[in-house]
């Protein structure tokens, strides 16, 4: 219209200002940095057999154990993107897979694979409505997410102690155990949680559910206006946590073949948000990552693994997972990234500096400039 | 002509403007990823002058200003205030130094009370603790001071945007500021609160503050500012006394051309005139017909009719519910009396969403909390409304929106021209330009502008209303509303006169301003619209 100009001079980023800028280059660095310090510690840590057609050694380890996580995160991430938070998955894990194992005991033939598929259909049914019911009291009425969830956090594991009348109950379900311990090579959950991911990372992709989780996120008042079905939006993504929780919890008692209302899934829900949060997704809503997610939980679970391997206590897990989450956030909080990213700026030096007049009038020049007033606070003068 | 690009005057501008600059800026570089949005700007600020910092959207102005302030630490340059070296950390360490700021995007508190913003981190105290009765009377006494008759104990999010920005300016007059730097504070007042303001900002400037003033309205950087400092492109253009410039002078030295700037401005403006004149809604079957439509507290129930091709303006002081009636008639907000019929049949809008089915859109004025989503790229703000409508499942094809945003980008002049940059990193200006595109990407059968061109340059001001007037033209039912009279003058067919919360009055397309002004003035608030217009 009324310019002749160009816009203001444009320079592409060089691709080392790329990779630094990229959110997911401190949780990769972090992971190999994991593997590598286990596998100097002890090589056999990143030998991987193949024997009967399973994959055995201790990644596998940690792939398989670490799907449960992936699989809650992966919900996590969707609620978190909308500014919202779900504390509850952990207890709706302990439910679900409560609910699959009293319901294949209590059935006619315990070891049917019916009475496993009975189990897992009746267990994620009711995993549905509990996220129905999440969403219910984050979008319809407007609960804040993180008191919303809180009730079924605690009220939860009340519910799967009444589904399991306080025992733990043990099945033997060939069919069942597949979920958890089975293999196809490779462990069958990680497989389940790995399928997942990619389903949502082409539906959001693919169509524009991505953006407009996204655009709830950053502004839902903003995106109300635009159109947006934002409670739909909301709901969803509850109901989604929900159900992966139940899949997660279903892997996790399949495992060890048992239900244990008090202990299964527990802290989970920590484990996922941080996994989320190390994966580089904002817990303010808006722009998230899944491959940054899947990062988080490989890094969550190799951390735990680790401890574990060393012989530490697992009460000490909690202290080391703190050390590093904290790391990885410091190196992605935006001061400590411009810090990075300052130092390589060309800073402003005395040559650039001209006299202390404007240069039209300016009559004094060679005159010292004041770039050295070793007084002035902050000043970003050469350092090196 | 060719002193426009001249880079320097004398220290003394206005009589009393002397001795050594307050704020000396040197060699400013500031550089964002992929971006310089500065180089080597020299810029000089001195006490008891009102200081006007010019250029088009995107021409620098707010990244001086912040760069000042310490929220950018300049790529290269020095900033000296009162002679000495300054990098501050940021705002806080700013205005503890004497420079108070209020910046283009009214940062305040939305869920404090409108006292606790005005006195935040400087509220009175007794025995240690905050005096409440204390923070409210002093608040009181500020607002009084700007002609601002607010509840000072309302949370601050129940009020208007112009409101809010009043509320910022207090509390930036609030300090003993040596230095006050006003980011186009005006871009939503009206013209009793742009008095009132450069009453005070006058009343400062004779104690000796340094102002410096962002606007794009000439008529008020004439009435006010002693001299002023055009960017163009992040470059300084030149540093003048204001009786030196003729506006002329000064337009082409912001946009850089020479010539005919001003009259294309003009001859823009009397298109869209005459386009307004061409079209109007006469005798044609209405659109849009509300009857009784209100709810309480927001704006007492009026009657409302819209013709396809129709520009319906819509007038009134602050407060006065021209922002309440464009939500309702939008489903922003619910109505509790009256019906809505669009092509005659009812319809209820109960829901933005509803109404955007009817083809209806509405363009906030409240750009940061209603309109665009900083964390997004333009491309993903320009689409959203179309695929919202779409659905989640239907996205719209890559090439088809490719081709609406290098349309529209190009049609509105937004820069930089980046489909992927994130609108939170734009001026206000070319956000301002992005929620409007967002709109115009819907094609929808009525427009509700609520203040479009807010903060908007005037060549692209110019060019926006001339695009609206075309679209009337073409059969889109507009409603326009501005604070500033000429523009609504200019475009509507129709005039809709609001004071305290209800309709007054309806005037036709040939109302001048100063009738409309009388109208505002005077219309008694218990008169029930009255067909001026047969
Ligand atoms: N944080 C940022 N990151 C990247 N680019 C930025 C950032 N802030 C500003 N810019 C760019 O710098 C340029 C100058 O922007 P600025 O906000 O200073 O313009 P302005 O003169 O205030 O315009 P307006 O009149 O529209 O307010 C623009 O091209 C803008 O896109
Ligand atoms: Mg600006």
Not at chain 1, 91 to 101: K, L
Not at chain 2, 232 to 244: A, K, Q, S, Y
Request: proline share 4%.
């Amino acid at each position: 219209m009324t310019s002749a100009q160009a816009a203001p001079t444009t320079h592409g980023p060089g691709l080392l200002e790329r990779a630094r800028g990229s959110r997911l280059l401190w949780p990769l660095v972090a992971l190999v940095a994991l593997v590598l310090a286990n596998a100097v510690r002890n090589p056999g840590f990143v030998e991987v057999r193949l024997q009967d057609g399973h994959l055995y050694g201790s990644l596998v380890d940690i792939l398989k154990n670490g799907a449960p996580t992936l699989l809650i995160a992966l919900g996590m991430t969707l609620v978190i993107a909308t500014r919202g938070i779900d504390l509850s998955v952990g207890a709706v894990a302990a439910i679900s897979g409560a609910v699959a194992c009293t319901t294949i005991l209590g059935s006619a033939d315990p070891t049917s694979p019916a009475a496993a598929l009975k189990g897992i259909a009746l267990a994620l049914v009711l995993c549905l409505v509990l996220g129905l019911w999440n969403g219910f009291l984050v979008a319809l009425l407007g609960i804040q997410p993180i008191i919303a969830t809180l009730v079924l956090m605690t009220a939860g594991r009340g519910i799967a102690m009444l589904v399991t009348d306080g025992q733990i109950i043990t099945v033997r379900n060939d069919f069942f155990a597949e979920i958890g311990a089975g293999f196809l090579l490779f462990p069958i959950s990680i497989l389940i949680a790995l399928a997942a991911l990619a389903a949502v990372a082409l539906v959001t992709r693919r169509t524009a559910l991505g953006l407009l989780i996204e655009s709830v996120g950053i502004n839902p008042e903003a995106s109300r206006l635009a159109g947006l079905r934002s409670r739909t939006i909301i709901w969803t993504v509850y109901v989604f946590a929900a159900l992966c929780a139940g899949v997660a919890g279903l892997m996790i008692s399949s495992n060890v073949s048992a239900a244990d209302a008090n202990n299964a899934g527990l802290w989970i829900e920590m484990d996922a948000i941080l996994a989320v949060v190390i994966g580089g997704s904002s817990l303010a809503g808006g722009k998230y990552s899944l491959s940054g997610t899947l990062v988080g939980a490989l890094i969550i679970q190799t951390l735990t693994t680790t401890v574990y391997s060393m012989g530490i206590a697992p009460e000490v897990t909690l202290v080391f997972k703190a050390v590093v989450v904290i790391a990885v956030c410091l190196l992605q909080a935006p001061k400590v990234r411009e810090r990075f990213t300052r130092r390589r700026r060309p800073p402003a030096t005395a040559e650039t500096t001209p006299p202390t007049r404007p240069r039209a009038s300016d009559a004094t020049f060679g005159t010292e400039p004041v770039a050295h007033d070793a007084t002035a606070p902050k000043q970003k003068v050469a350092q090196s | 002509m060719t002193d426009t690009s001249s880079t320097t005057v004398a220290p003394a501008g206005r009589p009393g403007v002397s001795g050594d600059p307050v704020v000396a800026m040197q060699a400013i570089t500031m550089e964002f990823p992929g971006v310089r949005a500065l180089e080597d700007v020299d810029f000089r600020l001195f006490p008891g002058e009102v200081h006007a910092l010019m250029g088009e959207n995107g021409a620098g102005k707010s990244t001086l200003i912040k760069v000042l302030t310490g929220v950018y630490t300049a790529t290269a340059g020095t900033t000296e205030l009162r002679g000495e070296r300054i990098a501050f950390s940021g705002p806080a360490e700013a205005q503890a130094s004497g420079v108070s700021t209020v910046y283009q995007e009214v940062n305040l508190c939305p869920n404090l009370s409108v006292a606790e913003n005005i006195l935040l981190g400087r509220e009175p105290r007794r025995l240690g603790s905050i005096d409440m009765g204390a923070t409210r009377s002093r608040a009181a006494e500020l607002l009084r001071r700007m002609g601002l008759d607010i509840d000072p104990g309302s949370i601050l999010a129940e009020h208007p945007i112009a409101i809010q920005q009043l509320v910022a300016i207090a509390r930036a007059v609030a300090v003993d500021a040596q230095v006050l730097i006003l980011d186009e504070p005006t871009s939503s007042l009206d013209q009793d609160e742009v008095a009132e303001l450069f009453r005070i900002m006058r009343h400062l400037r004779d104690e000796g503050v340094a102002i410096l003033f962002v606007s794009h309205f000439l008529e008020q950087v004439y009435e006010i500012a002693d001299r002023m400092t055009v960017l163009r492109n992040g470059r300084l253009v030149g540093e003048h006394l204001t009786r030196d410039l003729t506006r002329l002078q000064l337009v082409s030295a912001m946009i850089g051309r020479e010539l005919g700037v001003l009259e294309e401005v003009e001859r823009l403006a009397a298109d869209a005139a005459d386009a307004a004149e061409v079209t109007g809604g006469g005798d044609r079957a209405p659109l849009l017909e509300a009857t009784g439509l209100g709810r309480r507290g927001s704006i007492a129930p009026f009657d409302l009719r819209i013709a396809a091709g129709e520009v319906v303006g819509l007038a009134g002081l602050l407060g006065s519910g021209r922002t309440e009636l464009a939500r309702l008639l939008f489903g922003a907000d619910r109505a509790d009396s009256g019906e809505v019929r669009v092509d005659g049949r009812v319809v209820s809008l109960r829901t933005p969403r509803s109404a955007i089915a009817s083809g209806i859109a509405f363009c906030s004025e409240d750009r940061k909390g209603e309109g665009i989503l900083a964390d997004l790229s333009i491309r993903d703000n320009l689409v959203l409304a179309m695929q919202a409508a779409r659905g989640w499942a239907r996205p719209i094809p890559r090439r088809t929106k490719d081709e609406l945003v290098e349309k529209w980008m190009t049609a509105l002049d937004i820069r930089p021209k980046n489909p992927d940059a994130l609108v939170g990193k734009l001026s206000g200006g070319n956000q301002q330009k992005v929620l409007l595109a967002r709109w115009l990407v819907t094609r929808p059968r009525l427009l509700i502008l609520d203040e479009p061109t807010r903060g908007i340059d005037i060549g692209a001001k110019a060019q926006i209303q001339k695009l609206v007037a075309e679209l009337a033209a073409e059969g889109m039912a507009v409603v326009y509303i501005s604070a500033e009279l000429e523009e609504v003058a200019r475009l509507a067919h129709r005039v809709v006169v609001l004071k305290d919360r209800a309709k007054v009055a309806e005037l036709d397309g040939s109302a001048s301003v100063d009738e409309i002004m009388a109208l505002i003035a005077t219309a008694d608030g218990d008169v029930r619209t009255e067909q001026v217009a047969s």
